[in-house]
C-alpha cells in the first residue's frame, strides 16, 4: 500500500490525520512507525503527537503486529517436512502475508527460526506456545483458539 | 477586581485569577502537582479541589477562575477525603521505594503523602513494570514512578520545542513516552535535562555517576583532577543549606580538597580562552566573509539540537570547544607537562550544570589529547550530594586556592553562566582587539536578563555588530528560522539550550521557577562585579599559555586541541 499517498491524499482534509490513520489501518491492519512520522510531517505536527492520537483511539493499532503471534519455523528440518504447505493455509486462513498482521490486529504472521522442536517438524507457536506436527488442515481449530 | 471569601478570608484578585492564585495571596496554600508555575494549566490531577459555594462537585483550584462573590472551602472533610483518595490511587500503582530513590526529601509526592498523612492505604500496590530507559550518557527515564502530570511534557515542547515526549494510549495505560514509544536515544532529545527540573517525581534524573567518581579517588595511581563550570557555584549551596549565590569559590574548592580530589582547577579559565579564540574567529569571518551570524558553541544542548534540526546551519557554529572539552584536551597535555604527571593517569572530572555535557564528554572525538579528554562529568546535583555524605560544615570551611596554570579567571568567564554573558564577555574582548581602546564600562546590559530573546548593537570605531542572544530551545527556534529564512542581519548569536543559561542547566539543583533562575542570574553579576579582572585577554595564565603553547589565537596548537567539527544527527523520527 502507497501509505505516502493515502496520507498526502488527505493532507488538506480538516482532521484529515484521523482519515489518513483509518484508511492505513484498514489496509495494513496497523499504523507502521513510518506512518505516523510522515503523518506527522504532512499534518505539522511532532511525531510524538501523532503517536498520541494513533495510540489514543483503541481502533488503531500502533503495535507493528497483532496481539496473538503466530510464528512458523523456517529452519531446514521444519522446511522439509512441509513448512511452505502450513504458511499456505496460515495466509489462507488469516487472508494476510507473513510479516503482516490481521486489520482487527488479532494475529501477526512471522517466520521464526528453529525452536528445538526438530523431533515433531514442522512447528509452529502461537505466543510462544508450541503446536507440533501440524497438518495444514489444523490450522483452522489453532486459529479458532484465539479469535 | 474580584472580591471573594476563602476560608473566611476577604480577599481581592484581579479578574482571570485562578482559586489557587487567590488563595496564595490570602496565605493559604492549596496542595498541587499537575500545577508548574511557569506552564500552562493541565488540571488532570485534581489534587488541588476546594469546595466552592453553589457547586455540588469539587473544583480544581489551578483551573478554575475565581468570581464576585465567590465561596470557597479549601479544607473541609470532603475535600481532604477526596485529597487522600487521589493520593491513594497514585500511590496504589506507585513503587514502595522512597529509600533508594533519587528525590528522597525533594519529591512532591512525597512532601503531599506526608502532608495526608498517608498510611494504610486500602488499594492494593501494583507497580507497572516498565524497564528503566537508560539508554542516553545523560538521563535516566523511570516509567514506574511517572504520576502521569504532562509537566516534562510542557517542558520539552514548548519550553524547548525538542518534542522528545509524548503521551501513549489513554486511560489507566497512559504513559509519558519519547518519540513513538521508543527508547530515548532514538527520539530527538537533545538531553538539556529540563524534563528533570519540570518532575515533580523520581520519574526523569540524571545518570548518575558518583561511584565512578568514588573508584577513581580509591585509585592510588589515579590522579583526580577536577574543573568546575561557572555556574555550579552560585547554586550548589542551595544542595547543602545555603542561599543562592552564598557559598564562597574558595570554600567550594576546599571542599573538592576534602572529598578527595588532587588537583582543583577552573572551567573558568578554559572560558577565558574560549572568549580568545571564539572572539578571534568572529573577527576573521567577519574579515574574509566567512559564514555569518556566528553561533556559539559552548551549550552541548543547543550542539545537539541545532545538528538535529538546524543541519543546514552548521557551518555558523563555532569551531570552538565548549570549554569543558578545551579543559580535557589541554589538563592531559600541556597541564600534564608542567605538572610533570603522566596523563595516562590523569582522570578529569568536571563539575557541571548540565546533563547535556555528559553526553558531549562521550562523544567519539573528544580525544584530542590521546586520551578521553574528560573522563567523568558530575552535575552540581551530583556534587552537592557527596558534599553532604561529607558531613562537612562549610560556613566553617577554610578557603582554598586554586591550583596553578588552569585555575585562574576573570569576570568575563563568570557570567558564561549566565544567559548573555558569553557574549558579553566576548565583546569585553572584540571591542578592545578592534578599537585598540580600553573599554570604559564593561558592563553590556542590554544582552542581560530573563528575556527570550535579546538583540544589541555596538559599535566598534565605526564597525556595527548586531548580535542576538536566545536561551531556551523555543526561543532558539525562532531565531534559526529567521536565520535559515535570511530574515535577518546578526553577525553573532549566542545561544544556550537551557531557560536563564547554564544557571538554569539540567544538572543544577530541582528548579520549579523561572525565579530561582533569576536569583542565580544575580548572584553571577554580582561575582563579576567583585573580581579584580573583568576581561579575558587580561587572564594572565591565559596570556601564559599563548606563550608557552598555542601562540596565536585561531594557530595550529589551537585547532588540534580547541577547535571541533559537527555533524548533522538523521534523527529517524522528529
Ligand atoms: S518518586 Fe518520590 S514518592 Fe516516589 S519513590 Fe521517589 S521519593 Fe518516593
Ligand atoms: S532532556 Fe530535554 S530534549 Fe530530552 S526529553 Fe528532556 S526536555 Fe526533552
Ligand atoms: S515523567 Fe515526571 S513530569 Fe513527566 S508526566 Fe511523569 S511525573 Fe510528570
Ligand atoms: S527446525 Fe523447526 S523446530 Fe527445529
Ligand atoms: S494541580 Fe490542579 S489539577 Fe493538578
Redesign the interface.
Known amino acids: 500500500m502507497d501509505y505516502l499517498k493515502v496520507i498526502s491524499d488527505h493532507a488538506d482534509v480538516p482532521g484529515g490525520i484521523l482519515q489518513a490513520f483509518h484508511a492505513v489501518q484498514a489496509g495494513l491492519g496497523y499504523l507502521p512507525k513510518e506512518v505516523i512520522a510522515e503523518a506527522a510531517r504532512v499534518f505539522k505536527i511532532s511525531t510524538a503527537d501523532a503517536h498520541g492520537v494513533a495510540s489514543f483511539y483503541s481502533m488503531f493499532s500502533v503495535n507493528s503486529r497483532g496481539k496473538n503471534v503466530i510464528r512458523i519455523c523456517e529452519s531446514a528440518p521444519c522446511h522439509v517436512a512441509g513448512a511452505a504447505e502450513v504458511v499456505a493455509a496460515l495466509e489462507r486462513e488469516l487472508g494476510i502475508k507473513m510479516g503482516e498482521s490481521t486489520a482487527n490486529g488479532l494475529f501477526a504472521l512471522e517466520f521464526t527460526e528453529c525452536v528445538g522442536q526438530c523431533q515433531a517438524t514442522p512447528v509452529i507457536t502461537v505466543n510462544g506456545k508450541p503446536y507440533l506436527d501440524v497438518k495444514p488442515a489444523q490450522i483452522p481449530s489453532i486459529i479458532a483458539e484465539y479469535s | 477586581m474580584i472580591n471573594l471569601t476563602i476560608d473566611g478570608i476577604q480577599v481581592s484578585v484581579p479578574k482571570g485569577s485562578t482559586i489557587l492564585q487567590a488563595a496564595a495571596q490570602a496565605g493559604i496554600r492549596i496542595p498541587t502537582l499537575c500545577w508548574h508555575p511557569d506552564q500552562a494549566v493541565k488540571a488532570n490531577c485534581r489534587i488541588c479541589v476546594c469546595e466552592v459555594e453553589g457547586n455540588r462537585l469539587l473544583q480544581a483550584a489551578c483551573s478554575t477562575p475565581v468570581t464576585d462573590g465567590m465561596v470557597v472551602k479549601t479544607k473541609t472533610p470532603k475535600v481532604i477525603e477526596a485529597r487522600t483518595m487521589i493520593l491513594e490511587l497514585i500511590l496504589a500503582n506507585h513503587p514502595q521505594d522512597c529509600l533508594n530513590c533519587i528525590r528522597n526529601q525533594n519529591c512532591e509526592l512525597q512532601d503531599l503523602a506526608a502532608e495526608y498523612f498517608i498510611r494504610d492505604n486500602p488499594f492494593e500496590n501494583k507497580t507497572r513494570g516498565y524497564e528503566l530507559d537508560r539508554s542516553t550518557p545523560s538521563i535516566v527515564r523511570d516509567q514506574n514512578k511517572c504520576v502521569l502530570c504532562r509537566r516534562c511534557?510542557d517542558a520539552c515542547?514548548v519550553t524547548q520545542s525538542v518534542?522528545?515526549?509524548?503521551?501513549?494510549?489513554?486511560g489507566v495505560s497512559s504513559m509519558v513516552?519519547?518519540?513513538?514509544?521508543e527508547p530515548l536515544i532514538e527520539?530527538p532529545c537533545v538531553m538539556c535535562g529540563q524534563c528533570i527540573h519540570a518532575c515533580p517525581v523520581g520519574a526523569i534524573y540524571e545518570n548518575e555517576q558518583i561511584d565512578e567518581l568514588l573508584a577513581a579517588i580509591a585509585d592510588p595511581d589515579k590522579v583526580v583532577v577536577t574543573q568546575i563550570a561557572p555556574a555550579v557555584r552560585v547554586a550548589l549551596g542551595e544542595e547543602i543549606g545555603m542561599k543562592t549565590g552564598d557559598l564562597p569559590m574558595e570554600v567550594l574548592v576546599n571542599g573538592l580538597r576534602q572529598v578527595g580530589f588532587d588537583y582543583v582547577l577552573h572551567t573558568n579559565f578554559t572560558a577565558d580562552l574560549t572568549i580568545i579564540e571564539e572572539g578571534n574567529e568572529l573577527l576573521k569571518r567577519l574579515k574574509e566573509g566567512g559564514t555569518l551570524p556566528m553561533f556559539t558553541s559552548c551549550s552541548p544542548g543547543w550542539i545537539n539540537f541545532c545538528e538535529t534540526f538546524y543541519p543546514d546551519l552548521i557551518d555558523n557554529l563555532s569551531t570552538c570547544k565548549s570549554p569543558q572539552q578545551m579543559f580535557g584536551a589541554l589538563v592531559k597535555t600541556y597541564w600534564a607537562e608542567k605538572m610533570n604527571i603522566d596523563p595516562g593517569n590523569i582522570y578529569s572530572v568536571s563539575i557541571m550544570p548540565c546533563t547535556a555535557k555528559k553526553y558531549e564528554a562521550s562523544r567519539p572525538e573528544m580525544c584530542d589529547s590521546g586520551y578521553r579528554d574528560v573522563d567523568l562529568v558530575l552535575t552540581t546535583r551530583e556534587i552537592g550530594r557527596l558534599f553532604r555524605m561529607s558531613g562537612i560544615d562549610f560556613s566553617k570551611l577554610a578557603p582554598s586556592q586554586f591550583d596553578p596554570w588552569m585555575g585562574q579567571y576573570t569576570g568575563a568567564a563568570v557570567i558564561f553562566g549566565a544567559t548573555g554573558g558569553v557574549m558579553e564577555a566576548a565583546l569585553r574582548t572584540v571591542y578592545e582587539i578592534v578599537t585598540e581602546q580600553e573599554l570604559q564600562d564593561v558592563n553590556f546590559r542590554m544582552v542581560r536578563g530573563m528575556e527570550g530573546i535579546k538583540e544589541a548593537e555596538v559599535d566598534l570605531n565605526g564597525t556595527v555588530v548586531k548580535v542576538a542572544v536566545a536561551h531556551g530551545l523555543s526561543n532558539a527556534r525562532k531565531v534559526m528560522d529567521q536565520v535559515r529564512a535570511g530574515q535577518c542581519d546578526y553577525h553573532f548569536i549566542e545561544i544556550m539550550a537551557c531557560p536563564g543559561g547554564c544557571i538554569g542547566g539540567g544538572g543544577q539543583p530541582i528548579t520549579k521557577a523561572n525565579a530561582k533562575r533569576a536569583e542565580r542570574i544575580d548572584a553571577i553579576y554580582i561575582e563579576d562585579e567583585g573580581l579584580p579582572i573583568r576581561k579575558s585577554h587580561n587572564n594572565p595564565e591565559v596570556k601564559m599559555i599563548y606563550n608557552e603553547l598555542l601562540h596565536e589565537p585561531l594557530g595550529y596548537k589551537s585547532h588540534e586541541l580547541l577547535h571541533t567539527h559537527y555533524q548533522f544527527k538523521n534523527k529517524?523520527?522528529?
Do not use: D, F, M, Q
Open positions: 511534557i515542547s518534542y522528545a515526549l509524548g503521551l501513549e494510549n489513554r513516552v519519547p518519540t513513538l514509544g527520539s529517524k523520527y522528529l
